[in-house]
C-alpha cells in the first residue's frame, strides 16, 4: 500500500499531465497503480490558490507612500497605521516591508596609499611541496617583501626562519628592487620583536646589531604600535 507522500506525488504529476506510462518510467509504480488514482475522484482542497486577506491590506496603499518617501522604520510605519485602526501583529508588517526596504549599504572607505619608495611589507610563510624524490608532500619556509605602491613582490626560500636567515633576505630584497624603502612594516615576529614594554616593541638584540653595518638606513615598524621602530641599514642596489 502506497504512503501519502507516494499518492500525493502520482496525483501532482496526473494534475501536471503527465501519462500513465510517464509516471511508471519515472516512479516505478505500476501502470495498474497509477490508473487506480487517476480514475479515482478527487478534487483539489478549496482554498487552493485562494490568497488569504491580511489585516495589513487596508494600510498598504498608505505604508507604500511612506516608503516611497524613504521611511523603512517598521516601529514608525507600526504607530502611523495603528493610528488608522491597524490591530495586528508587528511581525506582519516587518514580512511586508522586508522585500521593499533598500540594502545596506557599507561605509566607503578610503583606500590607504603610499608614494614609491615610502613603505615595503615584510612577513615570513610556510609553502608546501611535493618532492619528486621522495614523493612526499613537505614544507619549507620563505620570506615575502611587498613594496606597497607598487605591489611588486621579492619572495625567497629557505630552509630556517631564523635571524640570520632575516638579515640575508632583507639585504637581498632591497638590492633585488635596485633601492631601499624609507619604511619597512612587519608583524610582532620574533626574530625582529623580543619582548613589549608599555605597548612598543622591543628589538631583540640580534636584529638591532644590524644597525651597526649602517650603509643606506631605513625605518622597521611593528604593525599596530606606533612609534615602535628601528633604523636598520641595506646595501646600496648594485
Not at 13 to 27: D, M, P, Y
Not at 30 to 53: C, D, F, L, M
Not at 202 to 220: A, G, H, M, Q, R
Request: aromatic share 8%; charged share 25%.
Amino acid at each position: 500500500m502506497l504512503g501519502t507522500r507516494s499518492i500525493l506525488m502520482i496525483k501532482s504529476k496526473l494534475n501536471n499531465g503527465n501519462t500513465v506510462e510517464e509516471i511508471h518510467r519515472q516512479t516505478g509504480f505500476s501502470r495498474t497503480t497509477v490508473r487506480k488514482y487517476r480514475e479515482q475522484n478527487y478534487r483539489p482542497h478549496a482554498s487552493k490558490g485562494i490568497k488569504k486577506a491580511s489585516k495589513l491590506d487596508p494600510y498598504k496603499e498608505q505604508l507604500q507612500s511612506l516608503m516611497d518617501g524613504g521611511i523603512f522604520n517598521c516601529a514608525v510605519l507600526y504607530d502611523a497605521i495603528c493610528e488608522k485602526g491597524y490591530d495586528g501583529k508587528r511581525s506582519i508588517l516587518r514580512d511586508y516591508v522586508h522585500p521593499f526596504r533598500p540594502p545596506a549599504q557599507s561605509t566607503a572607505v578610503r583606500r590607504y596609499e603610499t608614494k614609491p619608495g615610502e613603505q615595503a611589507q615584510m612577513d615570513w610563510g610556510i609553502s608546501s611541496f611535493y618532492n619528486v624524490l621522495t614523493g612526499e608532500i613537505q614544507k619549507t619556509a620563505f620570506f615575502a617583501m611587498i613594496l606597497s605602491h607598487s605591489r611588486a613582490k621579492y619572495i625567497e626560500f629557505t630552509s630556517r626562519a631564523d635571524q640570520k636567515s632575516l638579515e640575508r633576505c632583507i639585504l637581498n630584497a632591497c638590492e633585488y628592487f635596485g633601492g631601499v624603502p624609507e619604511t619597512i612594516l612587519t608583524d610582532n615576529m620574533k626574530t625582529v620583536v623580543d619582548h613589549r614594554e608599555n605597548g612598543r616593541a622591543v628589538f631583540n638584540k640580534e636584529f638591532d646589531s644590524l644597525t651597526t653595518v649602517t650603509c643606506c638606513p631605513l625605518i622597521v615598524t611593528v604593525c599596530g604600535l606606533p612609534g615602535c621602530s628601528k633604523a636598520i641599514p641595506s646595501r646600496p642596489a648594485s
